[in-house]
């Protein structure tokens, strides 16, 4: 039997407007193999982060249920949910998100520590040399590229071996040759790291790295692929 990473079963989002129900997902059911990579396509507005925010149970749905290695996330309370996404779930934002005051090494170092990682600064080194850094270690985000930003971003993202990896247009802030470049990173880690990938975009050409493609309209499923 295939093992499932990640279930939506019957999931809806509504969130009230101006004294009205505005819907932003509606009947979404989503079966994710364990090691796939996914990628979710669709406009602004399609409820693509949307929909990334409850897979990693940082939103609860209206309706429905998601799953993660079988367990039920709107079962679960805060507390239980900071602990799944710690051991579980790995993250990649537009905005890189790192921490100002630390270095690029730190930044990849500090949540294995918080995650009580052995050989965290090893580890955060092996992972600054994956990405090409090794030499911009000691080097704060203000001296770094926005692609070299991602770079670390993504190190970061593998350091704890998550077994889920959600990207949120991870090369939306980048030009295109350094965001191809940043998207071969990320896909040669997921490989090799054998993670399971969901990825948000809107280019066509992003989502064509991912082994299928799910397109949102309108807080719906509209085609697979």
Not at 106 to 128: F, K, Y
Not at 158 to 171: I, R
């Amino acid at each position: 039997m295939t093992s499932r990473r990640v279930e939506c079963r019957g999931v809806g989002k509504v969130l009230p407007s101006g004294g009205e129900q505005l819907t932003i997902l509606r009947d979404i059911d989503l079966a994710i193999d364990a090691g796939e990579s996914v990628a979710i396509l669709g406009p602004s507005g399609s409820g693509k982060s949307t929909l990334l925010g409850l897979l990693a149970g940082l939103d609860r749905p209206t309706t429905g249920s998601v799953l993660l290695d079988g367990e039920a996330l709107e079962d679960k309370d805060e507390d239980e949910l900071a602990l799944l996404r710690r051991g579980k779930v790995g993250f990649v934002f537009q905005a890189f998100h790192l921490f100002a005051n630390l270095t690029a090494h730190e930044n990849i170092r500090v949540p294995l520590d918080l995650t009580g990682v052995d050989g965290s600064a090893e580890r955060a080194t092996e992972l600054l040399e994956r990405v090409g850094l090794a030499a911009r270690a000691h080097h704060y985000p203000s001296q770094l590229s926005g692609g070299e930003m991602q770079r670390v971003a993504l190190a970061r993202a593998f350091g704890p071996n998550p077994s889920l990896l959600l990207a949120d247009e991870p090369t939306g802030n980048l030009d295109s040759k350094t965001g191809e470049r940043v998207l071969e990173l990320l896909v040669e880690m997921r490989e090799r790291e054998n993670t399971t990938l969901v990825l948000v975009t809107h280019d066509p050409a992003v989502a064509a790295r991912a082994e299928r493609r799910i397109v949102l309209e309108a807080g719906a499923i509209v085609s697979e692929s």
